[in-house]
């Protein structure tokens, strides 16, 4: 099966603070994304990754960064954290495909005081 | 643009009631289209998925949709649905051999089933 761990299930940060979200994936996937998951917007995708040190943005890619140094790791970084960021971060891998389906983390709740 | 519209937010059936769930998606050119579905306190995970073929997908637990091109529709169905359907259900579209291809999210469905 394949397993996409992502660092923490629930996180507090205040304003201003940087946060690192991190994701591994156990199947050598080539695709990563980062999403948030809000309630009556569905998951809107913020970056994603088709190799190692490759990003693209995705839809709402304001605010965030990422970094892709290895090739099951892929990290979500907010810079400077606001509370409009207080959401579900989700973490999903697929292969070479970008076609093919997601397998996604069990998700970090951030909350930002 | 793509886009994926769930036109029902929060679906109350009781114990088997049959279930239809409605998604239509806007894109001109080939799709592949997926369910997912998250329990509560569970992963998103695939309920089914169609790329090709026969427009009728079965998936698991005894779900199914159905691809109709002509109403760029993608409605998920189960004859009779159990008090353990009660998830969040999302449809999604990715448009293939597009050069941004990448998959849209519809904003999801609320399912809770009365026992």
């Known amino acids: 099966d394949v397993k996409v761990t992502q660092s923490s299930r629930y996180l507090v940060k205040r304003t201003g603070e940087k946060v690192f979200l991190e994701c591994v994936q156990d199947?050598?996937?080539?695709?990563m994304f980062w999403y948030r998951q809000d309630p009556g917007l569905g998951l809107r995708l913020i970056y994603f990754s088709y190799d190692v040190k490759m990003k693209e943005k995705g839809d709402i890619p304001e605010g965030y960064s990422v970094s892709r140094e290895k090739k099951e790791r892929f990290s979500l970084i907010l810079e400077s954290a606001s509370t409009n960021q207080t959401s579900m971060y989700l973490c999903?891998?697929?292969?070479?495909?970008?076609?093919?389906?997601?397998?996604f983390g069990p998700g970090t709740r951030l909350t930002v005081l | 643009a793509q886009s994926v519209s769930q036109h029902n937010h929060h679906v109350i059936l009781s114990e088997a009631a049959s279930l239809e769930l409605g998604c239509n998606y806007s894109?001109?050119?080939?799709?592949?289209l997926f369910w997912y579905v998250q329990y509560p306190g569970q992963h998103l995970q695939l309920l089914l998925k169609y790329f090709s073929g026969d427009p009728l997908v079965k998936g698991i637990k005894g779900f199914e949709a159905e691809f109709i091109k002509s109403k760029f529709s993608f409605n998920l169905r189960k004859p009779s649905v159990q008090w353990s359907d009660t998830a969040e259900y999302f449809c999604?579209?990715?448009?293939?051999?597009?050069?941004?291809?990448?998959?849209?999210f519809g904003s999801g469905t609320r399912l809770s089933i009365r026992p």
């Open positions: 999604a579209v990715n448009a293939r051999y597009s050069s941004a291809s990448k998959i849209i």
């Open positions: 999903a891998s697929s292969p070479r495909t970008l076609t093919d389906t997601q397998y």
């Open positions: 199947m050598d996937h080539e695709n």
């Open positions: 894109y001109g050119g080939t799709v592949n």
